[in-house]
T-cell receptor, first 113, second 114 residues
């Protein structure tokens, strides 16, 4: 199916465990992003990527790692999950061709116990 | 860095009435201002956007206005319908032409009652 898909949609883990959230887009968009959504904060940018093998930090990058070996995939890894990382995570992409319209995935709800 | 404030946090309107949500931003370099609608359990969806070289934009029942001097922009929904009930987010580009790097407001929960 065309679009942007995230997996898993729901995840419960324990403090200290490693978790990877997957993001896949079928549009060959250059730019991909990870945002987290918390009540009262709207969405905050964690990391972004302008192209394969190019990534950069956003507003709240601590505790997260990203990679982008292929244009279509942009996984987000929590190397040692903490309770403060309990959140809803959204992946997004844009073509970057003069319009920076973001298209979001459906989100991954992560609970860290 | 950019800071976006959004008001009100909740808004209850009667079906058919208008709804207005207001946002302010801090960085004068911001030049792109989208509005997103988020329904329960879904990702945010773009409903309208405006660039800094335009003062107003309209799409059917939805309009956005931008005042660059005062650094504020507003979303106007006319003739509200129950399906307009959702959380609405304003956003501003972190820098000029920042390709999807956005600073979001905290959101407005809109409830349209029949």
């Amino acid at each position: 199916d065309a679009g942007i898909t995230q997996s898993p949609r729901y995840k419960i883990t324990e403090t200290g465990r490693q978790v990877t959230l997957m993001c896949h887009q079928t549009w060959s968009h250059s730019y991909m992003f990870w945002y987290r959504q918390d009540l009262g904060h709207g969405l905050r940018l964690i990391y972004y990527s302008a192209a394969a093998d190019i990534t950069d930090k956003g507003e709240v990058p601590d505790g997260y790692v990203v990679s982008r070996s292929k244009t279509e995939n942009f996984p987000l890894t929590l190397e040692s999950a903490t309770r403060s990382q309990t959140s809803v995570y959204f992946c997004a992409s844009t073509g970057g061709t003069g319009a920076n319209v973001l298209t979001f995935g459906a989100g991954s709800r992560l609970t860290v116990l | 860095g950019e800071n976006v404030e959004q008001h009100p946090s909740t808004l209850s309107v009667q079906e058919g009435d208008s709804a207005v949500i207001k946002c302010t931003y801090s960085d004068s370099a911001s030049n792109y201002f989208p509005w997103y609608k988020q329904e329960l359990g879904k990702g945010p969806q773009l409903i309208i956007d405006i660039r800094s070289n335009v003062g107003e934009k309209k799409d059917q029942r939805i309009a956005v206005t931008l005042n660059k001097t005062a650094k504020h922009f507003s979303l106007h929904i006319t003739e509200t319908q129950p399906e307009d009930s959702a959380v609405y987010f304003c956003a501003a580009s972190i820098t000029a032409d920042s390709w999807g790097k956005l600073q979001f407001g905290a959101g407005t929960q809109v409830v349209v009652t029949p």
